[in-house]
């Protein structure tokens, strides 16, 4: 009897979170009937643990309206749509360059840029190990 209900709550659970997974997230009536439905269960299950028959059935009406609510008011705006795309399907500064670009300016492209010599060896740090120090 308890492999048989767990097995079954196990199968109930896997196809909540399959058709879970088949709402659109930004149609205000899949959400409310989504929000309606879990507070119904939560307020069922909540209910009928302080008040027996009598408060499941009070629980499932209160928190099927409170998820109503709640689902139809969190409905989040929907994205913007993608740029639109060109020839070769890349948006709009994607993509190859357009034939005719000139050198780059003065001072940026290739090393070393104008204007600036090579560096001293170490990198301005004295050659050699550091310095002891003392121990005490």
Not at 98 to 116: C, E, V
């Amino acid at each position: 009897m308890r492999k048989r209900l767990i097995a079954s709550g196990g199968i109930a659970a896997g196809l909540i979170l399959v058709l879970a997974s088949c709402t659109n997230p930004y149609d205000p009536g899949q959400r409310t009937v989504g929000g309606a439905l879990l507070g119904a269960g939560a307020g069922a299950a909540i209910g009928g643990a302080v008040g027996g028959g009598h408060g499941a059935a009070l629980g499932a009406a209160i928190g099927g309206a409170t998820g109503a609510v709640t689902g139809a008011a969190t409905t989040p705006p929907p994205p913007p749509p993608p740029p639109s795309q060109s020839y070769y399907g890349y948006g709009p500064g994607y993509g190859y360059p357009p034939s005719g670009y000139g050198q780059p300016a003065p001072g940026y492209g290739y090393y070393p840029p104008s204007g600036y010599a090579e560096p001293s060896p170490g990198y301005g740090y004295p050659p050699g190990p550091p310095p002891r120090y003392p121990s005490y």
